[in-house]
């Protein structure tokens, strides 16, 4: 590991390790007590979607809330055993005058297991949450609400919680670890509402070390990746295009950017996400097109250059993550309210690889029209080719399946109509040889 984690050097005196506790005032005991009857209702009247596929189970990891904040994020990975983490925020509607929870839920143990990371403040509009594992299976993860960037970690005695230097408006964050196990955060802060800065924090052994990547009048969202060259990779939607920058941190822990260029110039791109193959080509995927819901777009960059970019799926959907199995076949996750199947407006949740042909498409689950949309999905793949999907709908739930090109049904009709066409052209070739002999 590049160093020991220095408690003090990346908390200060506001370090707090394990679960929070917090004193309890009769405003806040009113909004407990309607969390536990928001709880009980949730449980009793929850839909619970079917899996659209036989190659997908779903569950619910998290029964949350019935009447849900709209911002909310989900990060997932899998580590070496195939134990599956979520980070991922969970909140109830302002009007419950409660904060969200900051939380974390793993299956090492063989079921379940959810902790309360932390909580951001209410009435708090955006939010955000991005999880990582370093080299022993620990997860670190950061998350913003509003006001600062904070960041966590796992080990054996539990979570230790705390907050980056820079405060005030700083949202939009990512992370990512190097082969040293160092820490980088990208993230955005608001400078009195005229600028936007792209910031680059690197967890050093004194601390962080914060470096200012550009400047823009807004910047929407933010995703980092670190090769295994320890170059890292960041996408981010500026006010003027989708730019990509790439660089490197020197021994002093600050980012040093080498290139900064443009790669969507109609400025189309939101949500980014970003995975780097083996090969060191970076795969990005976001949503294209104003609004909340547009085109899902996936772009590959090689050497600084996009060689590839093309339409996953078309302009109802949101939430893109992109995940690579090891043999660096791409997968998509993302939510759709019409575009994979024109006969059903409802929200589903999609899984989708590409392919020789194209993109395979799964729809993974899907909700009723007048239920609470899937708000973000995360996606990830193990070592045996199992495909992991963690999203948030007022509950946390949990996919896990394969991507299937399509039904048996489908495959017979298609077996039996070539089968039928040989027949009928091997009668006809008969039919044209007896004659021609008479």
Known sequence: MYAERNYNAIFGEEMGTGARMRSMTPQTTRSYMAFFSITLM?????????????????????????????????????????????????????????????????????????????????????????????????????????????????????????????????????IAVDRDDRVHICYTKTVNWI????????????????????????????????????????????????????????????????????????????DA?????????????????PGSNGEIVYLSIYSGEVVSRHVVDGSECRNPDIALDSHDNVFVSYVSFGSSQPDDLGPRLVCAKQGDKGWVKNVVAKLDRDILAFLSTSVAVDSLQTVHISSWSGALWYAKGQVVSSKPNDMILIIGAAVAAVAVSSGLAAYFVLKNRK
Request: with cysteine; aromatic share 10%; net charge negative.
């Open 42 to 174: 949730t449980l009793a009247y929850l839909p619970v979607p079917e899996p659209e596929s036989g190659a997908w189970s779903l569950e619910v990891v998290d029964p949350g809330f019935v009447d849900a904040d709209p911002f909310s994020d989900t990060s997932l990975s899998v580590d070496s055993a195939g134990n599956v983490h979520i980070a991922y925020i969970s909140g109830p509607m302002e009007a419950y005058e409660m904060p969200s929870s900051v939380k974390y839920a793993d299956n090492s143990a063989g079921s379940w297991n959810t902790e309360e990371i932390g909580q951001i403040p209410q009435g708090h509009e955006h939010y955000d949450v991005s999880m990582v594992l370093d080299s022993s299976d620990w997860p670190l993860l950061c998350y913003s609400n509003s006001t600062q960037i904070n960041y966590s970690f796992k080990s054996t005695s539990g979570w230790s919680n705390g907050h980056l230097p820079t405060l005030n408006w700083s949202w939009n964050c990512a």
């Open 195 to 270: 600028e936007t800065r792209l910031v680059y924090a690197v967890l050093a052994s004194d601390g962080w070390r914060e470096t200012v990547l550009a400047t823009e009048s807004w910047i929407n969202s933010v995703a980092l990746a670190v090769d295994q060259n320890d170059f890292f990779h960041v996408i981010y939607d500026s006010s003027t295009v989708m730019k990509y920058c790439t660089g490197q941190v020197d021994s002093s822990g600050n980012a040093v950017p080498q290139e900064t260029e443009g790669i969507d110039d109609e400025r189309n791109g939101v």
């Open 273 to 289: 996400a970003i995975v780097i193959g083996s090969n060191g080509t970076i795969h990005v995927v976001y949503k294209g097109g």
